[in-house]
C-alpha cells in the first residue's frame, strides 16, 4: 500500500469513492508521482473553510496535472454535496475550459446537472465556450432551449456565447437571428458577431458590422480591434487598415496589455504588404511575446522576404522565446520562398527534436513544396510516404506540381492516382497529368487522359483548379 501521509493513501482514496474518474485518476502512474504534493498542501489544514481553499487551490493552478488532482479531492470528500451553489461548479468548468479540456469541462456540466444544481448567466457562457471548442453545435442548441427556459437567453454574456457557437459552427443565419432579437444588445454581441464573420472569411461583412457598431454609438474594444484588423488583412486593404490603427490609440489602456491588439495590427500589415510598419508596430511592443515574433516571421515569409524572416527567427530564440507551431510553419515557409532547402531540413529537425514540436500538416506540406521546387522528388516523395497520418489534397497537389514543373511521368502517375481517390469529382489531376504528358510529347496519353475525363464526365468546373504548391 502507498501511503504518504499518515491517513491518506492512494488505496483509501479508491475505496472512498466510487466515481469514475477518480479511479482513472489514481490508476495513472503521472497522478501517483505527484500526488504526495497534493496530500501535503493545504487542503489538509482543516481549520479553514473547505470551499474557500479549494477556490484558492483553483485561482493558483497552472495545469491539468494540479486541476485534476484538485478534482479528484473535490470528488473523494463530497465537497459539491455541502456546496452546491452554481459558483463552485464553475469554478472548476471555467478552469477544465481555460486550460483547453472542453470534453471534462462538458462532462463536469453534465454532473452538476445531475446533481440538481442549475446554471447560473455565468455557467452557460462557459459552457458554451467549450462547446465551441468542440464545435459541438447540438449541445449549444440544448443549451441555448435552457437559457430560453431559465430567461438567461437576453443576458449580455449568454447571448454573444450563442452568436460565436453558431457563428464557429457556420449557422450565420442563426447567428444573425440571435443578435437581432435584443434591440439593447451589449458590446460583447457586436464582437461575437464581427468575430465570426471575420474568421469565416467575410471580411467585408465583418468590416460593415463594425461601421454599424459605430453607427450605434459603441465605441470599440481591444477584442473589436482584433476581429477588424484581421477582416481588413483578408482584404488587404491598406486604406483601410491606416483608419483601423487609429483606433488602436483609442481603446489602448493602461490597465491591461495591448499586445494582442498590437500582435494583430502586425498580422494585418504583413497581409497588406507593408512590413515597414509592421515592423514599427513590432518595436512598439514592451515586451514582444511568441505571437509578436510568429506574426513577423509569417508576414516577412508571405512577402518573400526569407532572409529577414530567418533573421527575425534567430533574433526570436536569442531573446530566450520559445516558438510554437505556428512559428515553425513562417519559417518553413520562407525556406520555401528563399529556394533555402538544407536551412529547412533543419528546421525541421530542429522543430522535432529541440523543442519537441510533432509536425503537422502544414510543415508537411511545406517541406514537400520545398523539395519539390528543387527537383528532389524522390526525397519528397519519401517525407510524403513517412508522414503519420494521410496526406490531404494540398500535400499531394504540392508533388503533383513539382512532377509538372519537371516533367516527372512515373511519379505524376503514382501521385495523380491518390489525387482521384481524394477528389474522384476533380478534373484537376487529370488536367495536371495531361499537361506532364504534353511536355514529354505523349500525345497518345494526352488524348486517353481526355477520353477518361470524358467517358467519366469530368469537365472543367469553373474557378477551380488544382492546389499545386502553397503560396
Request: glycine residues 6%.
Amino acid at each position: 500500500m502507498l501511503s504518504l501521509v499518515p491517513g491518506i493513501s492512494l488505496s483509501s482514496l479508491l475505496m472512498k469513492s466510487s466515481h469514475p474518474l477518480l479511479h482513472r485518476l489514481c490508476k495513472t502512474h503521472t497522478f501517483r508521482k505527484h500526488f504526495t504534493i497534493f496530500a501535503t498542501s493545504s487542503f489538509l489544514d482543516t481549520h479553514e473553510d473547505p470551499a474557500k481553499i479549494v477556490a484558492t487551490q483553483l485561482s493558483k493552478c497552472t495545469n491539468l496535472l494540479q486541476l485534476n488532482q484538485i478534482y479528484a479531492h473535490i470528488i473523494r470528500t463530497h465537497m459539491l454535496h455541502s456546496y452546491s451553489a452554481a459558483f463552485h461548479w464553475n469554478n472548476i468548468i471555467r478552469l477544465y475550459t481555460r486550460l483547453e479540456a472542453p470534453k471534462k469541462a462538458l462532462d463536469i456540466y453534465i454532473f452538476m446537472s445531475r446533481a440538481g444544481v442549475l446554471p447560473d448567466c455565468y455557467t452557460l457562457p462557459i459552457v458554451l465556450k467549450a462547446s465551441c471548442q468542440l464545435f459541438a453545435l447540438e449541445i449549444g442548441r440544448q443549451l441555448h432551449s435552457l437559457a430560453v427556459r431559465l430567461g438567461l437567453e437576453s443576458n449580455e454574456f449568454c447571448e454573444s456565447g450563442f452568436i460565436s457557437l453558431y457563428s464557429k459552427a457556420g449557422d450565420f443565419d442563426k447567428a444573425r437571428k440571435v443578435f437581432d432579437e435584443n434591440p439593447e444588445r451589449k458590446l460583447g454581441s457586436w464582437n461575437a458577431i464581427i468575430a465570426g464573420l471575420s474568421q469565416d472569411g467575410r471580411a467585408k461583412e465583418a468590416i460593415d458590422m463594425f461601421i454599424g457598431l459605430k453607427k450605434c454609438g459603441f465605441e470599440p474594444d481591444d477584442v473589436t480591434i482584433v476581429s477588424v484588423t484581421s477582416a481588413c488583412g483578408s482584404l488587404g486593404d491598406l486604406e483601410l487598415a491606416l483608419q483601423v490603427h487609429k483606433y488602436v490609440f483609442q481603446v489602448k489602456s493602461k490597465q491591461k496589455s495591448d499586445t494582442l491588439m498590437l500582435n494583430s495590427l502586425i498580422d494585418m500589415y504583413g497581409k497588406c504588404g507593408r512590413m515597414d510598419l509592421a515592423y514599427k508596430v513590432f518595436w512598439e511592443i514592451d515586451q514582444p511575446n511568441v505571437s509578436s515574433w510568429t506574426s513577423m516571421i509569417v508576414g516577412y515569409a508571405a512577402n518573400g522576404l526569407a532572409n529577414e524572416a530567418l533573421d527575425c527567427f534567430h533574433y526570436m530564440r536569442e531573446s530566450g522565446i520559445r516558438p510554437n507551431h505556428v512559428t515553425f510553419v513562417g519559417v518553413l515557409s520562407a525556406c520555401v520562398h528563399g529556394g533555402k532547402v538544407q536551412e529547412g531540413k533543419h528546421f525541421f529537425e530542429m522543430m522535432k527534436n529541440v523543442y519537441q514540436i510533432e509536425p503537422r500538416f502544414a510543415h508537411y506540406g511545406c517541406m514537400v513544396d520545398l523539395l519539390g521546387r528543387a527537383g528532389l522528388l524522390e526525397e519528397a516523395r519519401a517525407m510524403v510516404e513517412g508522414m503519420p497520418m494521410k496526406a490531404n489534397v494540398v500535400i499531394w497537389g504540392c508533388l503533383m506540381g513539382a512532377c509538372e514543373k519537371f516533367g516527372n511521368v512515373k511519379m505524376g502517375e503514382w501521385v495523380a492516382k491518390y489525387l482521384q481517390e481524394l477528389e474522384p469529382w476533380s478534373d484537376g489531376a487529370y488536367v495536371v497529368l495531361s499537361n506532364i504528358y504534353a511536355s514529354r510529347g505523349l500525345w497518345q496519353e494526352v488524348e486517353r487522359i481526355r477520353a477518361v475525363m470524358k467517358h467519366r464526365n469530368l469537365a472543367k468546373i469553373p474557378a477551380y483548379s488544382l492546389a499545386t504548391r502553397l503560396d
